[in-house]
């Protein structure tokens, strides 16, 4: 509690093109997470998906059969997290050939279409959806063959996207030193991905790894998901947490309670800005003014080369209600003007280094996200 954390200003940046990643097929994989976000069903040809809304009183599944079914889970938030989002999506089109068996081509690109409308911000979604528009155009074949390519194409970005939690656990862990008390923000965990989560992989990793790490975690207005989600689920991997709401996090900086600073991300932009849960900014500039290292863990699937810098990314509006009757009770006046932004954007400026499962780019720059593909 009293060393001071490695300021990544003085440390030389990495290459990671020259850098040799750990890899997770000659390691016995780690149990990272207790609880998946979702999983395929294969006799009931569904998703059997955990409703996070209900979390942390109660531990509920639901049964998606349908792409209508599934664009409402992804809109209330019973499904969240970009990757989970991109995993969830991938099925969805799936579910699209247990309705209609004619022309299943047009139905799947047509449920592929709808599903892209749920969420605007998350672009795992948009990458998840392309990959599987990318099956279903021009298929030659029935709909029980278009099926199993697929469910193939979907069970790949699942599998893939949990080699990518394990190795950002791999890569955070040398980031984040023994004995450093982190901050988060948001939930980025295992059930916002398909287990091993981002910017919460390092964390649930350490207890299995013996290297200890604290957790502080800002509860996350308007929906709390950091109080919800993220306590809970760092509660049950053992790992030692002082849950605070958002407005203590200067404070709680200020005395010297926080060594780093790992969060998520939604989108980044090709120059590194990123986009994340409604507060990271604020995060960002205290961290700064506080000589805290900050730093954004995420899949390469979440960087849009597409959008140059983070002032081009669109951002999500949520309800009023979620601002006027949190969780059903009514805490602002009648007709009160509300503005419920569902995310902000950090400047690249600001992040010590976004760490991917490909390697850790220090310092991000337009010229450094790029050589990471």
């Not at 029980?144 to 080699?163: G, N, Q, S, T, W």
């Not at 287990?195 to 299995?208: E, I, K, N």
């Not at 509860?219 to 689920?233: F, K, V």
């Not at 404070?251 to 991300?265: E, L, N, P, R």
């Amino acid at each position: 509690k009293t060393r001071k954390p490695e300021n990544p200003k003085t440390r030389k940046p990495e290459n990671p093109k020259t850098r040799k990643p750990e890899n997770p097929k000659t390691r016995k994989p780690e149990n990272a997470s207790m609880i998946p976000p979702l999983r395929w069903n294969d006799a009931a040809r569904c998703v059997d998906m955990l409703d996070q809304t209900q979390l942390p009183t109660a531990e509920t599944w639901l049964q998606i059969k349908t792409p209508a079914e599934m664009g409402a889970a992804i809109k209330r938030l019973s499904v969240r997290g970009a990757p989970a989002i991109g995993i969830a999506a991938a099925y969805g089109v799936i579910l699209s050939l247990n309705e209609r068996a004619d022309n299943p081509v047009a139905h799947a690109l047509e449920s592929a279409n709808y599903l892209a409308t749920t969420r605007p911000t998350a672009v795992n979604l948009f990458w998840a959806l392309d990959k599987m528009r990318a099956v279903a155009t021009g298929f030659d074949g029935d709909a029980e063959a278009l099926y199993v390519a697929l469910l193939a194409a979907a069970k790949r970005i699942h599998e893939e996207d949990l080699a990518a939690g394990e190795q950002l656990g791999l890569y955070g862990l040398e980031v984040l030193q023994e004995g450093m008390r982190v901050m988060t923000h948001c939930h980025a965990g295992g059930v916002a991905t398909s287990g091993y989560g981002t910017a919460l992989a390092p964390l649930l990793m350490s207890t299995a790894r013996g290297v200890h790490l604290e957790a502080i975690v800002n509860e996350t207005r308007p929906l709390l998901q950091g109080s919800r989600i993220t306590a809970w689920e760092l509660q049950k991997m053992g790992v030692p947490t002082t849950l605070i709401t958002d407005s203590m996090a200067g404070h709680a900086m200020q005395q010297g309670m926080v060594d780093a600073i790992i969060v998520g991300a939604d989108r980044i932009a090709a120059n590194g800005d990123a986009a994340n849960k409604i507060g990271t900014y604020a995060l960002s500039v205290l961290a700064k003014a506080h000589d805290i290292p900050f730093y954004v863990s995420a899949p390469c699937s979440t960087i849009d080369l597409q959008v140059a810098s983070g002032k081009d990314i669109e951002i999500e509006q949520r309800s009023e209600q979620e601002v006027t009757h949190g969780f059903g009770r009514q805490t602002a006046p009648d007709n009160i003007s509300v503005y419920n932004p569902a995310f902000d954007v950090t400047p690249a400026a600001n992040i010590a280094a976004i760490i991917t499962e490909r390697g850790i780019v220090w310092q991000p720059t337009t010229e450094k996200v790029a050589g990471l593909f």
